[in-house]
T-cell receptor, first 111, second 115 residues
């Protein structure tokens, strides 16, 4: 089992729809979870961090965390073509203190 | 969010030469910085963890004598690729951890081409 798992996609949604990106992780003790966006040829950009169970909203983005199920998700409302990118889920390892990344989900928002 | 700069953004060098890449946290102090490498269409690969004032910790398979890391202050880390070869051509990205919330911010990356 990979430490952080994401569906590689591509996930294709029409403009204006809600995009739902999912991630599961294996470290039961982890306390810090992050979502990064990476455009092709660019470096990752931190878009959300979440530390407590429940939802955290920031503009069109909502991160959801369920530690019991070891599951974290990212919802993007009113998706725009400019949201087309690879979204990386990252978990701060309780053992090493390093970020463990999933392989990323490619999102395509079609006009 | 916090800003991390990286210089140069692009560099072309000849085989056998050395290249230094600088990474700076502009508006926060970073005790810990990280160096990654990414090949086209592949995942980020952590090369080393750099702690201010101490020696870097390298990931398995990364040659510490080839990739020299110095973290001389709370806002600056450098990576020097020594005796570069064409197979070292890649996208090198630094990252700095903001101490209070453990958030990690990435620099814009340096694209290295070794001819």
């Amino acid at each position: 089992q990979k430490e952080v798992e994401q569906n590689s996609g591509p996930l294709s949604v029409p403009e204006g729809a809600i995009a739902s990106l999912n991630c599961t992780y294996s470290d039961r003790v982890s306390q810090s979870f992050f979502w990064y966006r990476q455009y092709s040829g660019k470096s990752p950009e931190l878009i959300m961090s979440i530390y407590s169970n429940g939802d955290k909203e920031d503009g069109r983005f909502t991160a959801q965390l369920n530690k019991a199920s070891q599951y974290v998700s990212l919802l993007i409302r009113d998706s725009q073509p400019s949201d087309s990118a690879t979204y990386l889920c990252a978990v701060l390892s309780s053992n090493t203190g390093k970020l463990i990344f999933g392989q990323g989900t490619t999102l395509q928002v079609k006009p | 969010g916090a800003v991390v700069s990286q210089h140069p953004s692009r560099v072309i060098c000849k085989s056998g030469t050395s290249v230094k890449i600088e990474c700076r946290s502009l508006d926060f102090q970073a005790t810990t910085m990280f160096w990654y490498r990414q090949f086209p269409k592949q995942s980020l690969m952590l090369m080393a963890t750099s702690n201010e004032g101490s020696k870097a910790t390298y990931e398995q398979g990364v040659e510490k004598d080839k990739f020299l890391i110095n973290h001389a202050s709370l806002t600056l880390s450098t990576l020097t690729v020594t005796s570069a070869h064409p197979e070292d051509s890649s996208f090198y990205i630094c990252s700095a951890r903001e101490n209070l919330r453990n958030e990690q911010y990435f620099g814009p990356g340096t694209r290295l081409t070794v001819t």
